[in-house]
Each structure stands twice: as C-alpha cells, then as structure tokens.
C-alpha cells in the first residue's frame, strides 16, 4: 500500500480576511489563507491542494474547520479538522473536538473538547469491525 507523502505547508497568504469583517457564510479557499476577522459558518479548503489557514488572535470562526495545516492563535466554536500540522497557539481557544495528524501545543490554549490523533481513528474503526465480526 502506498502512503500519501504529507504536503508541504503554503509559505505565502493568498488571502486575508481584515479585523473588522464579518463573513456570514461558508469559506472555500485554496493555498493560504489568513484570518484577523470572524467568520459564522465553515471553513474548508480545496482537498486537492496543500492549504494553510492562519487565524490570529483576533480572529473568532463559528463552524467547522478543515484544511492541511492550520495555525491558531484565536477563537474557535465548532470542529477542527487539520490532515498534516496543527499549530495552537497561547491565545488559542477551541470549544469542539480537534482532529490532527501533527500537534503543537503553546501554554496558555485552551481546547473545550476532545483531541482525537488521525491514525487513533483509523485504529478505531478497525476495532470496531473486528469485535463485531467475533461477535456473530
């Protein structure tokens, strides 16, 4: 089987969302995206292309979040789901489960919610299948 080599994150912002705007809506983006506003609704990148979105202390997201790397250091009500790297950092405030493959944790984030490893859930699932099969 083959392994999915890990993308590389984007080392430039194509995007910026300003302090003072106000989103009410879903946001696809691609590349990278950098968040000093807020945003009610979600935010996903484009599956198909490596994706960095950077939220800093002034940003607030209400949905669910997911992209390849994501740095954090502002407000989060709703799930996480970061495929690579997750970066939280000392303002960083998550109420919902985070989703990550690699973590770094800063002291001071606070996460309301569980931390759920990527190859955890996998192994989850295989679990699963097996107790059920033994079962019948």
Request: aromatic share 4%; proline share 3%; glycine share 12%.
């Amino acid at each position: 089987m083959f392994r999915k080599q890990p993308s590389k994150p984007q080392n430039r912002i194509d995007s910026l969302i300003g302090v003072g705007t106000k989103i009410e809506g879903n946001v696809l983006f691609s590349g990278g995206l950098r968040v000093d506003g807020e945003i009610i609704g979600n935010v996903t990148a484009s599956p198909d292309q490596s994706s960095t979105l950077v939220l800093s202390e002034h940003a607030r997201i209400d949905g669910e979040i997911k992209v390849s790397h994501l740095v954090i250091n502002g407000a989060v009500n709703g799930p996480v789901y970061a495929a690579e790297f997750l970066e939280l950092q000392s303002h960083s405030r998550i109420k919902g489960d985070v989703h990550y493959n690699s973590l770094e944790m800063h002291l001071g984030a606070i996460v309301e919610g569980r931390l759920v490893h990527r190859s955890s859930e996998a192994k989850g699932v295989e679990l699963k299948l097996a107790s059920s099969k033994s079962g019948t």
